[in-house]
């Protein structure tokens, strides 16, 4: 079930307070239309109904897919790697086979939605970017700030990213053939089993495929 709540916002422009609807959690299996709210961020753009100033205002926020089985816990500005929430858990006890995801921005929330929904391994996705960020970053001469995962086409056996280098505002597309994915789903099956997982909310991110990384290259 999707839970909403409702929020005094007071508008830092004219200082009005406004009952904002903010979504705590969204169930896209009973709630399809929920997706494409936050696959276009409306769900989390706040606009002043008295004088039409517009921000974005990110809240915590759980997506559920029932169906395939994940959720992707948008906490931002969280410091922690890991998180048990007794709360959710209880709350959906017979789920605990589901693939349970932390992330601080809507970017990465995402492209956890996307990668999921295409049947992808996230953590061998994050290794495979971080391989990808690298060859670029030698290529170009210039450091990768961020990417993300943007496509998979099964029949050309494909994956494709999005990469932004530091000082450059256009994106840079970059492809890869799956081999490189599935070389990275063995390092992930060494190194990082989902039955390792637990029972909470963990954080894979480009900073758990270094950690990941560093560990593979130091037993090569
Ligand atoms: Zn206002």
Redesign the pocket.
Known sequence: MSRKMIKKIV?P????SVDTELWSSINVTQDPAARARIMDESLFSWC?P????QAKLLYPCLYHDMDRKFMVYLIPELAQNSLSDPVVEKQFPELSDIKKRLVTDLNAMKEKVLLFEAGLNDKAIELTKLALSEVLAKRRGQAVSTGYFCSYDEEQNRLGFTFFLKGEPEPCYQGTRRQVYEKSLEIVGHFSPAQQDGAGFIRIDGAWASEILKQYRSEL
């Open positions: 508008c422009h004219c200082s009005a002043c008295e004088c039409g100033y």
